[in-house]
């Protein structure tokens, strides 16, 4: 049992990274599926706008801004909720 756990969890391991190295191979193509901070306070309009804006973004310090820029917001949202957001 050990084995099969050790062996599923090599699997999506080199299955994560052999996505890292398909989009490394191709810039234009760059779409890591991370989980969106805070998406369980989201819409799904709002997952897909957040997702549709981020594709769109050219720079890494502009994707940067606007990372922060939505975690300030979900902090807000979520103490608004009384729910407290962990890194």
Do not use: C, W
Not at 23 to 46: C, F, H, N, W
């Amino acid at each position: 049992m050990l084995m099969a756990m050790v062996g599923t969890s090599v699997l999506a391991q080199n299955t994560f990274q052999e996505r890292i190295q398909d989009q490394a191979q191709d810039p234009s193509q760059r779409r890591i599926k991370a989980p969106i901070y805070g998406s369980y306070l989201m819409t799904l309009v709002e997952r897909n706008q957040y997702r549709t804006k981020f594709r769109h973004i050219e720079t890494d310090q502009e994707r940067e801004a606007f990372r922060q820029q939505h975690r300030t917001q979900m902090q807000v949202r979520a103490s608004a909720n009384g729910d407290r957001l962990f890194d």
